[in-house]
């Protein structure tokens, strides 16, 4: 059986030292079932379940950013319970192409909901998703394994009581620390994240994100690293090993909802200087949502650039993004961010059409891989360009949904042991 990694959160200040330290997955989330039933009382536990399986003959680029890790990948059992203000969701299984996946526990969360359930504090391993784009993002996206972290979290958009902050609208965000694992870091190098969306005008939402990494085996990890990450004092000192990844991200929306335009774009920087990102890549895109051949419909078309130019006094330049000399941006071995990984670029034009029984899906884009031919890149050891095409359609059957999926990638990626030609997937989810 595989475990979570040891993750150790120290803070010291004045002499009080607290620490939280899970050793074991299963023990982690059985207190925390305990407590549920403790705190719950009399309240009655709601559960649901869920059974997936996947398949696919080969995995190809973009995949686990879109759809996930499991879709058409792996076999599952997924449990979610709400026992009073107390949630305890989990998900065992294992993933046939994905290799970077732990096999028995996949998913796992043990939160605790207040203020109005709006709020929540916990401990998980979630996918996460920072970005104004449905598909990608370049701070942290579906791309990579999941890691695992404490978090506290305000879930839905609401404007705040204070009238300080009620100029920025609704809003929602997060604040998390967590542990991730790759070959080219540190061992139990640590993850800052925070997050912050708010709209303050109707139809525009504002996103800004940051992620640092810093402690680990070997490097400093104490409470005054902390402070000097939380703060972006990273250029000197103890915390100059840091890796930060900062920056923005805005949609506006013209017409309503259902039938509607949408603009977006993501701006984050790999490096700091004068304390503001720097070093900056991209992501932009336009978003329509109408009515076509009698089915909800959107099209998408994006374009992501994680190349990165010298600066005028020569910071920066080729593979800046996702590189550190110290830290590697990645989870077991899988980049956290944009799948596309560092310089590189793609164009998509993708669509989703909702019929009455059916659901069709599909994805055009064009891509450069690894355009500085750099040895070490996550995907390829030289650069490659090509095209991935995907045709996707699910369906309601057997009392849950089938997915199917037939998809043509062509160019190899040496380093993702991914292969040119065609692909066909299945996946099937059922809930009880």
Not at 5 to 25: D, E, I, N, P
Not at 77 to 100: K, Q, Y
Not at 232 to 248: F, K, L, R
């Amino acid at each position: 059986m595989q475990y979570w990694k040891a993750l150790r959160l120290l803070v010291q200040f004045k002499g009080l030292t607290v620490t939280y330290f899970t050793r074991h997955s299963e023990n982690a989330f059985a207190l925390g079932l305990v407590i549920a039933m403790a705190v719950g009382g009399s309240a009655q536990a709601d559960t649901t379940t869920t059974l997936r399986f996947g398949a696919i003959s080969d995995d190809f680029l973009g995949r686990t950013e879109q759809y996930g890790i499991l879709a058409f990948d792996g076999v599952s059992i997924s449990t979610s319970t709400r026992v009073g203000r107390l949630a305890f969701d989990l998900t065992l299984g294992d993933t046939f192409e994905n290799e970077a996946v732990d096999s028995v526990l996949i998913f796992g969360d043990v939160g605790y909901r207040f203020g109005n359930d709006n709020w929540q504090v916990g401990v998980g391993q979630f996918e996460r998703h920072w970005s104004p784009s449905e598909y990608t993002s370049l701070i942290l996206s579906r791309n990579a394994p999941a890691f695992p972290s404490v978090y506290i979290r305000k879930e839905e958009a609401r404007t705040s009581d204070v009238p300080v902050l009620r100029w920025i609208g609704p809003w929602n965000g997060e604040v998390f620390i967590g542990q991730t694992d790759d070959a080219n870091q540190p061992d139990n190098a640590l993850i800052l994240g925070m997050r912050l969306g708010f709209e303050p005008i109707r139809d525009l939402e504002i996103e800004l994100v940051r992620v640092a990494q810093y402690g680990g085996a070997g490097q400093p990890d104490g409470f005054d690293t902390f402070l000097d990450v939380l703060v972006g004092n990273s250029n000197e000192g103890d915390s100059a090993p840091a890796n930060q990844i900062a920056g923005v991200g805005a949609s506006y929306r013209f017409g309503p909802e259902t039938f509607s335009n949408r603009i977006y774009g993501q701006a984050v920087g790999e490096d700091e200087a004068g304390g503001l990102p720097s070093c900056f890549f991209f992501l932009y895109g336009l978003e329509n949502k109408s009515r076509l051949f009698n089915a909800d419909t959107t099209i998408t078309l994006e374009h992501v650039d994680t190349t990165v130019d010298f600066s005028t006094a020569g910071f920066c330049g080729p593979n800046t993004a996702y590189n550190n000399d110290v830290y590697s941006y990645r989870n077991e071995g899988v980049v956290m961010g944009a799948a596309i990984g560092s310089e590189s670029r793609s164009t998509s034009l993708r669509g989703k059409h909702e019929f009455d029984t059916w659901a069709l899906d599909w994805n055009v884009g064009k891509f450069t891989i690894n355009d500085a031919s750099n040895p070490n890149h996550s995907l390829s050891s030289t650069r490659e360009t090509g095209t991935v095409v995907s045709v996707g359609a699910s369906t309601q059957v057997w009392g849950g949904t089938l997915q199917g999926i037939v998809a043509h990638q062509s160019f190899d990626l040496d380093t993702a042991e991914q292969d040119s030609g065609v692909r066909i997937g299945v996946n099937f989810s059922r809930s009880f």
